[in-house]
């Protein structure tokens, strides 16, 4: 694959955490995992609520950050510009960070274990399958500036 001209075809990152989800959400009502007690008004329950509206505001500063800089977001076109600021400081894949606190979210929220168990696996094959290839991409088209936001900010969250 040209990894100068677009990092990934299929599969999007959003469909894997969807997949993952409509899976995880099958096997809960074939046969759903205990979850320990009721998760409405439970600390299980609270966590939940906060992790989804700590994954949609990761969310929104991503995308407003891809519109800031007037590039793309999609995953099977090529990056214009790359983007270091904002919440790209201290993510360098904000929007799969935020799309496994959200499944997690919904997850504890709803009380369905599922769920809380499909977020890593989602996000270990959004790893495998896009995030590799979107780095390459991002090497071969930036190179030396790449390399520095490489050094600087950490995949998930973190500044190195």
């Not at 299929?10 to 997949?19: D, M, Q, R, S, V």
């Not at 329950?45 to 991503?62: F, K, N, Q, R």
């Not at 995953?75 to 904000?94: C, Q, V």
């Not at 270990?124 to 390399?147: N, S």
């Amino acid at each position: 694959m040209d990894y100068h001209s677009r990092p990934n075809v299929i599969p999007w990152p959003p469909l894997l955490f969807a997949g993952a989800a409509a899976i995880a959400l099958l096997l809960h009502w074939t046969s759903p995992l205990e979850f320990p007690g009721p998760p409405q008004g439970t600390l299980l329950h609270g966590l939940g609520a906060l992790l989804i509206v700590t994954a949609l505001s990761i969310d929104a500063l991503a995308f407003l950050a891809f519109r800031r800089h007037r590039t793309t977001i999609l995953p099977h076109k090529g990056a214009d510009s790359l983007i270091t600021t904002g919440i790209y400081g201290w993510s360098r894949n904000p929007i799969y960070l935020g799309n496994l606190l959200l499944v997690t979210g919904a997850g504890l929220l709803f009380g369905i274990w599922a769920l809380v168990i499909a977020a890593p696996v989602a996000l270990l094959a959004t790893w495998k399958l896009a995030v590799q290839r979107e780095e390459r991409h991002l090497a071969a088209r930036f190179g030396e500036q790449w390399q520095a936001y490489r050094q600087k900010t950490a995949r998930w969250f973190g500044r190195t």
